[in-house]
């Protein structure tokens, strides 16, 4: 029952080395734990990292193709601009040709003019407005493949209005004209057939 003091002291040794050991497998665990978390908030921030860097790859990807519609498109629309500007004066110096041409037809007042001046000019005015007829068509050829040709397709839809109600009316007359031939003709085969 009595224990020496050097056993004593052992047990103490041991006890305290125990509870050392206890300590620091506690500080370890602890330990272990603050590193398992920190993995964690690390394995989050490289996904973060790893979104953000998609994200901005996905815009840069999104910018470029969209930047390149720009690059393309300038150079096409220079062209373009160039190619308007020219139609433009082109369309310009036409209307002021044909404003040459419409002030002179009207100052063509034959209908004012007497006999004699009839006789005498009225191959001149005929030449006149065949040569306005002309720059008219020689226009409307130079527009033709454009933007602008609406301009000379009124002329032409004018024609085709003016040839059509031609049509149209030699068709009625034509039609009135052999309607009595045709109900002859219709009642001819009815007598026919029945006999």
């Given at each position: 029952m009595f224990e020496s003091k050097e056993e004593s002291q052992g047990l103490l040794i041991d006890e305290e080395n125990s509870h050392e050991e206890e300590v620091s497998v506690d500080v370890i665990q602890a330990q272990i734990e603050q590193i398992k978390q920190k993995e964690a908030e690390l394995a989050q921030k490289r996904q973060e990292i790893?979104?953000?860097?998609?994200?901005?790859?996905?815009?840069?990807?999104?910018?470029?193709?969209?930047?390149?519609?720009?690059?393309?498109?300038?150079?096409?629309?220079?062209?373009?601009?160039?190619?308007?500007?020219?139609?433009?004066?082109?369309?310009?110096?036409?209307?002021?040709?044909?404003?040459?041409?419409?002030?002179?037809?009207?100052?063509?007042?034959?209908?004012?003019?007497?006999?004699?001046?009839?006789?005498?000019?009225?191959?001149?005015?005929?030449?006149?407005?065949?040569?306005?007829?002309?720059?008219?068509?020689?226009?409307?050829?130079?527009?033709?493949?454009?933007?602008?040709?609406?301009?000379?397709?009124?002329?032409i839809k004018r024609q085709n209005t003016a040839s059509n109600d031609k049509v149209v009316f030699f068709v009625k007359q034509g039609f009135w004209f052999h309607l009595p031939l045709f109900g002859f003709a219709i009642l001819i085969i009815i007598i026919l057939g029945l006999v």
């Open positions: 790893q979104e953000i860097t998609q994200k901005k790859e996905a815009f840069l990807a999104y910018k470029e193709q969209v930047e390149h519609g720009f690059i393309e498109s300038l150079p096409l629309m220079e062209d373009l601009l160039l190619s308007l500007n020219k139609d433009l004066e082109k369309l310009r110096s036409t209307e002021e040709e044909f404003r040459h041409w419409r002030s002179k037809m009207k100052d063509l007042r034959v209908e004012e003019w007497s006999n004699d001046r009839i006789k005498t000019s009225l191959d001149d005015a005929k030449s006149f407005v065949s040569q306005a007829s002309q720059a008219f068509e020689d226009a409307e050829k130079e527009f033709r493949h454009s933007q602008h040709v609406t301009v000379f397709r009124q002329k």
